[in-house]
Structure formats: structure tokens, C-alpha cells
């Protein structure tokens, strides 16, 4: 740990204090996560290969895809290492928070690991049973949801909070602050899941997300700039900022290996985790909704295979040609990178208006 080595010794020598500062920590973390991505993405990629844990392409997509067949998976392992390995690095080791956003991101990461085996180890197509993945799902939804809500410290925690509305918080229940929370966990652990279905596709969108929170975290975490910018101020949500940006940085590296044409994806131990680490942080810093309008590319894509479910058992008839909706491009014609890039630029600009309703109110 090496941000409590420098606060032991930043007494005896000088310039050792700079490691105080979040912004520099942050980027140290970010920097780190990002070379040991690269430094350990071939060797993880090579390892997959000869274990022969490759990708199982589905007969009823896009043809396109026939050729991915065999890719190594279950590459999110490496997101996760290197995000744990780099946040105990450089944030500080007694932060409440940061370990609860650890614990579900790894929980999360265990339910994907464990379906991932099934599926690409074990040979079973259909994986981890979804009543029994939706259970263990539940179950670290609520615990997370429920430790948060009974260490609260400071009222602000469990209020609702509407962006672009000054002084509007709203006192919630055990029950609603839970269930609230409940849902935007594993909400958002699935929303990415479903969105992994391209070469880079999920990764981009949430580690710009990611960013974006860990940039409301700093704000909310300094007493200063969270009534300047009339945010709820949660105190300790500032070290968060070092968690957003190794995850950010470790996702970054894992796409330099992911992007089109793919040497490895991600599976279900990284689309789980990662959504919801993003549901659980902007649950702590109470951005809910900014966050699901951020995260605008998750929702579409959930939404997709909702109403495409829902006509078809009501109807019979189909809405997209298929779903998630990024495959409904593909089949119209768009080439995969295209779909990818503009998706990309779709994310962009809504975390650039997620950010905005930090001056807005």
C-alpha cells in the first residue's frame, strides 16, 4: 500500500506530502492500472488460448460473428486483478467505501467467473442456471444495498436526490433506500452484460462512465465544492476517485487487446462486475439518475431486448431484427466498427451532459 508507505514517511522527507492530493493519486492509479493492463494482457490472453477457453459464437446472429468462434474469454479477469491490485495500492486502506465498492464489484466478478466456467470450461452452453444467477445476483444486491444503509453516517447518504432541482432531497425508507439500490446493482450489472456483445462495445462506454463518477465522488467527497455545486456531500466519497480511476485505466488496457478485431473479451466476470461497480458508486454518491442517463447505451440496449421480448409474446411480431440493438444495426447493414465508434460517440456526449448537472441546478 503504497499511499500509507508515503504518509509514514512524509514527515522525514520532502515532497512525499504530494501523495496526499486525490487528483495526483488518481492519476498514479489510473497510469498504473493502465501498464500493468499492458504489461499482463499477453500473458493472460496467452494463457486463455492454451487453456482452450475461447468464445462459443451463437448459430442464430449476425454470420459476421461465425469467425470469433474459439476467441479467448473470461479477458475481465485481468480488469479485475488489476483494479484490486492498483485501488489498495494507492487509495487509503481504512476507507469504508472503498472496500464496499470492492466487495460487490467481486461478488459480482464471482457469479460471471462461475458462469463463464460453466460454459467455457466445463462445456455446459447454458452456464450458471439464470433463477440461480439472478439469486446469487440478489443476494449481493441487497447485502451492499443494506450495508450502506445501516453505516450511513450522515443523512445526505440515503436521500433521494433529482438532478438540475436546487435543495430537493427526499428522506428515504430502509425499504425504499434498499430497494432502490437493490435495483440499481443489478440493474446495471446485467445492462452492461447485455451491452458486451461487440469488440469494445461495453468496455468504452464504462470506462468513460466510470470517469464521470469518480469526478462526482471527488466533488462530493470535498465539503468546499459539494455546496458550491449543491451536491449531496458524502464524506469518504472522495477516495472513490482512485477506485473509478484504476478501473478506468485497467479498462482502457483491456481494450487496447478488445478493440476490433478482438484477441480476448471480456465475459461474464467482467460485464457483471463492472456494471455493477458502476451501480454501487453512483448509488454511494447519490446519482442515481445521472448516472442512468450517463449510462444511456446500457439502458438502450436493456430496453431493446425488454420490448423485443414483450411484442413478441404479446404480438408474435419482432420490433428489431434482433436484440441487444446493436445487432439490429449490424443486420441492416452497418459494419461492426461503425456500430462500435458511433456508440462510443453516443456515450460520450451523454456523460458530457451527465457532467453538465454538476453547474446546472
Not at 442464430?60 to 488489476?82: C, E, N, R, S, Y
Not at 430497494?179 to 461487440?198: C, E, K, Q, R, W
Request: one cysteine or more; proline letters at 4%; a positive charge.
Amino acid at each position: 500500500m503504497l499511499y500509507w508507505l508515503t504518509q509514514q514517511f512524509a514527515g522525514h522527507i520532502s515532497g512525499l506530502h504530494v501523495f496526499s492530493y486525490l487528483t495526483f493519486r488518481a492519476i498514479l492509479a489510473m497510469a498504473t492500472a493502465l501498464g500493468l493492463s499492458l504489461l499482463l494482457g499477453p500473458l493472460v490472453i496467452e494463457r486463455l488460448t492454451r487453456g482452450q477457453i475461447g468464445q462459443v459464437v451463437r448459430t442464430d446472429g449476425p454470420q459476421t460473428h461465425l469467425v470469433k468462434g474459439g476467441t479467448p474469454t473470461m479477458g475481465g479477469a485481468l480488469i479485475l486483478v488489476v483494479t484490486l491490485v492498483t485501488t489498495l495500492l494507492w487509495a487509503e486502506p481504512a476507507s469504508r467505501l472503498v472496500w464496499t465498492v470492492l466487495g460487490v464489484t467481486f461478488a459480482f466478478g464471482l457469479i460471471g467467473f462461475y458462469d463463464d466456467y460453466l460454459k467455457l470450461v466445463v462445456r455446459n452452453p447454458r452456464g450458471l442456471v439464470p433463477r440461480w444467477k439472478y439469486f446469487w445476483q440478489s443476494v449481493a444486491g441487497l447485502a451492499t444495498a443494506a450495508t450502506l444503509y445501516y453505516t450511513a453516517q450522515e443523512p445526505a447518504e440515503t436521500a433521494l436526490y433529482l438532478p438540475f432541482v436546487k435543495n430537493f432531497a427526499v428522506p428515504l425508507s430502509a425499504f425504499g433506500f434498499i430497494a432502490f439500490a437493490y435495483l440499481m446493482i443489478v440493474g446495471m450489472s446485467n445492462a452492461v452484460n447485455l451491452t458486451d456483445g461487440l469488440d469494445g462495445l461495453a468496455i468504452m462506454p464504462a470506462a468513460l462512465v466510470t470517469s464521470a463518477l469518480g469526478i462526482f465522488a471527488y466533488a462530493s467527497g470535498n465539503a468546499v465544492f459539494a455546496h458550491y455545486l449543491q451536491i449531496p456531500e458524502i464524506r469518504g466519497a472522495g477516495e472513490l476517485l482512485i477506485f473509478c480511476a484504476s478501473l478506468s485505466g485497467a479498462g482502457l488496457g483491456f481494450l487496447w487487446f478488445n478493440s476490433y478485431p478482438a484477441q480476448v473479451f471480456m465475459g461474464d466476470v467482467g460485464a457483471l462486475a463492472i456494471g455493477a461497480a458502476i451501480g454501487v458508486l453512483s448509488v454511494i454518491v447519490r446519482q442515481e439518475l445521472v448516472a442512468l442517463f450517463m449510462g444511456g447505451i446500457f439502458v438502450l440496449e436493456t430496453a431493446s431486448v425488454i420490448l423485443q421480448v414483450a411484442s413478441f409474446k404479446l404480438t408474435g411480431r419482432r420490433i428489431f431484427r434482433m436484440a441487444p440493438i446493436h445487432h439490429h444495426f449490424e443486420l441492416k447493414g452497418w459494419a461492426e466498427p461503425k456500430v462500435i465508434v458511433r456508440f462510443w460517440i453516443i456515450s460520450l456526449l451523454l456523460v458530457l451532459a451527465g457532467l453538465a448537472t454538476l453547474k446546472l441546478r
